[in-house]
């Protein structure tokens, strides 16, 4: 037999999924009215988000890819030269193993 705060946790527990459905369910509901209006009344989105909101969603949908500019020759493995070095160019001459127009450059300075 189960105690009162068992039953009451079951209860709870139960009352929490039916309010999360429910949230869910009006929360579609307020989304598509929401697209709705921003269609019927021609709305920029810099006139809805802030510059700041902007920025981070540009930022969030175009994140900036930074090409490797260090290759490891034995493994294929390729760094950035940014944060950490790996261990396969630590302590050593990095120019040796610069990517493309690197390599021809440094091999001109031997």
């Known amino acids: 037999m189960m105690t009162d705060y068992e039953q009451l946790s079951v209860q709870a527990e139960a009352l929490a999924q039916k309010v999360e459905r429910v949230r869910q369910q009006e929360r579609e509901r307020v989304l598509h009215d929401v697209r709705i209006k921003i269609e019927q009344y021609d709305f920029h989105l810099a006139e809805i988000y802030t510059q700041?909101?902007?920025?981070?969603?540009?930022?969030?949908?175009n994140p900036r890819k930074i090409q490797p500019k260090?290759?490891?020759?034995?493994?294929?493995?390729?760094?950035?030269?940014?944060?950490?070095?790996?261990?396969?160019?630590r302590g050593r001459n990095r120019?040796?193993?610069?990517?493309g127009l690197g390599q021809h450059f440094a091999s001109a300075q031997k």
């Open 52 to 61: 700041a909101q902007l920025h981070e969603l540009q930022r969030c949908l």
């Open 95 to 99: 120019q040796e193993f610069l990517i």
């Open 70 to 89: 260090y290759r490891d020759p034995v493994s294929g493995a390729t760094w950035t030269g940014r944060r950490l070095e790996p261990h396969w160019i």
